[in-house]
């Protein structure tokens, strides 16, 4: 055998072992924890290296634990996914406001400063969040903000907004112009235009970035963590399950069941939109 | 209405649509930005900051106390190793993972969502399902770590701080938790780099590599020769991207060491000054020294590997 034949061979090999190491190494954790989620924790501590459980062991009340009420001796989780909704959707909306106008004067429009607009956001996305917490958490403190979550929420918006804009003129830059210029001539104004006719063009780029906005804000810990840390009233999901797990003793059952509720809403989303997200945010590395 | 040419009104409108945007980032990055500045210069605590202003006192003080600080040195070394280190596995996972899903096979589609999880899942879920995957106690990886592969007893992962392998008679000391989190960075981020790196493997014409085949390369040579040089800038870009936000990443070694255990990242000392210190001044301080030190590497980074100055519209 000559060492094409063996490479050929040995790579046929290799990928297929690589394949399912890999599908493993990802899935496992997740499978782990909606396993133990649904597991006693009596059953937990007794065979720690059991991979799935059985018919008659399965319960429901680490959930019921978890999504409950304080008052019910829950952990109020319920709330919590409230705030967490809350902030998502207003960051998503009020993000896309400024970002829709925004990428389209960056694809179409000739500004004065539009070429070096890039390296100002390219600079806000790589800017470090650690960096920017200490300030922010004293400015909004003085503002009396921070624990709000609007506070929160204008944070999420400025975290977004390159990557927003930076997605949405990606895909209006393959729009073609001529449509626009046609209705610029029949009369429309510029602001006409962009809502009438270009917008309607881009509703699957602006789902898509409504998405990435959305997993940003829902999935987001450090400036939560900071500004909502005193009044429990505000926590988001994320921030709860933290608090959940450094306070009193929690069953880890239960702490799993609150990451699949944590979880799963992102995941649908994720599925719900995977091909447009993907795309739009790896549409330009293809450009070399 | 006045002479204003066609183009001066784009030049109005651009502006005028532009103008949220930027309001925006003035208020919440740019400003922000300039005042750590101001702030690492003047001795302020969480205490008195409703009545202090811009004209406090200035000093050098704040950066005294975080140079002198114990662990100061060791933990800029922390963080170099974790941010290097994190973004050297994800890119290689990513890369292998790249290659072998390169080629359609069934469940493929399945299989590329699926290995998105780890970067689009919540941080705090993912970090407390390792958490309890490591644990000591009740860890699924110690139970089969000593029932199936006959170690001596489970591994504290996340609270170990060194532990010694002999390897041929050879003692190493591991810095076990450190380690640990690297991985953990590996895990939850190689699928930004199989993304980008499989994407680039697709847009490779076909037929510059059928050409070698036919000329007798072996995959291993077409892979050196004709596929990675077409990687390297996409390879270059993700290692900037990545090692920028390691360096800075807070959440993912907090949440699962809280930055114990020879863990001690520069982010994490950042909140502890100002969480569990109330030092505003000393927090400032030590964000900017964090700044200041990515900024020598990417400066560093930007003079050696710089990609070709690739112009986009």
């Known amino acids: 055998m000559n060492r094409d034949a063996f490479e050929t061979r040995l790579f046929a090999v290799l990928r297929w072992v690589v394949i399912v190491v890999l599908a493993l190494v990802t899935l496992f954790p997740f499978y782990y924890m909606v396993l133990l989620s649904v597991r006693p924790v009596e059953n937990l501590l007794a065979d720690p290296g059991r991979l799935w459980v059985g018919l008659s062991e399965w319960t429901g009340r680490t959930y019921q634990e978890v999504l409950g009420s304080p008052e019910a001796g829950g952990q109020g989780m319920l709330d919590l996914l409230t705030n967490s909704a809350l902030v998502s959707l207003g960051t998503v909306v009020l993000t896309l406001l400024i970002s829709i106008p925004g990428a389209y004067a960056v694809s179409r429009l000739r500004f004065a400063g539009r070429t070096q607009i890039h390296f100002l956001f390219l600079a806000v996305y790589m800017f470090p969040a650690i960096v920017l917490a200490v300030p922010l958490f004293v400015l909004f403190t003085k503002l009396g903000l921070r624990d709000s979550l609007p506070g929160l929420m204008i944070v999420y918006i400025a975290q977004t907004l390159p990557v927003s804009i930076y997605m949405l003129r990606t895909y209006l830059s393959s729009v073609p112009v001529s449509i626009e210029e046609a209705a610029l001539i029949d009369g429309c104004s510029r602001w006409q235009v962009m809502w009438r006719v270009t917008m309607p063009l881009a509703v699957p780029a602006i789902m898509a970035n409504a998405l990435y906005v959305f997993m940003v804000a829902w999935n987001e810990f450090l400036f939560a963590l900071l500004f909502l840390a005193e009044d429990r009233s505000n926590w988001t999901v994320s921030l709860g399950l933290a608090q959940l797990a450094g306070g009193i003793e929690v069953p880890k059952t239960v702490l799993m069941a609150g990451s699949v509720v944590l979880t799963v809403p992102i995941v649908i989303l994720f599925y719900a939109a995977e091909r447009m997200l993907t795309e739009g945010l790896t549409s330009g590395a293809d450009k070399g | ?313």
């Open chain 2, 1 to 313: 209405m006045s002479a204003a040419t066609l183009r001066q009104r784009e030049n109005r409108a651009g502006l005028a649509l532009i103008s949220p945007t930027l309001l925006v980032v003035l208020a919440v990055v740019v400003l922000p930005v300039v005042w750590t500045l101001i702030l690492a210069f003047q001795r302020i605590r969480l205490i008195n900051i409703r009545d202090t202003g811009l004209f406090e006192r200035y000093t050098l003080s704040n950066f005294v106390i975080v140079f002198d600080s114990p662990g100061f040195w060791s933990s800029l070394g922390t963080t170099l190793a974790y941010a290097i280190g994190g973004t050297v596995l994800s890119i290689i996972i990513g890369l292998v993972a790249a290659l072998a899903l390169r080629k359609p096979f069934r469940g493929r589609g399945f299989l590329r969502g699926a290995m998105l999880l780890p970067y689009v899942a919540p941080v705090v879920a993912v970090a407390f399902v390792w958490e309890v995957m490591l644990s000591p106690q009740y860890g699924v990886l110690n139970e089969w770590g000593v029932r199936l592969l006959g170690w001596d007893r489970p591994v504290a992962f996340l609270t170990q701080r060194e532990a010694t392998l002999s390897i041929l008679g050879l003692e190493i000391s591991v810095p076990v938790a450190l380690l640990t989190v690297i991985v953990f960075e590996g895990w939850r981020y190689f699928p930004f780099a199989f993304l980008f790196i499989l994407a680039r493997l697709q847009a490779i014409p076909g037929d510059l590599e059928e050409a070698a085949r036919v000329d007798g390369a072996t995959p291993t040579q077409r892979f050196r020769h004709i596929v990675l040089p077409q990687l390297a800038s996409v390879i270059a870009l993700l290692a900037m991207l990545r090692f920028v936000m390691n360096f800075n990443k807070f959440d993912d070694v907090f949440l699962l060491t809280g930055g114990g255990a020879g863990t001690d990242v520069a982010s994490v000392r950042v909140y502890n000054f100002l969480t569990a210190r109330f030092d505003v001044g000393a927090a400032s301080a030590q964000a900017l020294v964090l700044a200041a030190v990515l900024i020598v590497f990417l400066v560093g980074y930007l003079r050696f590997f710089a990609p070709k100055p690739a112009e986009q519209t």
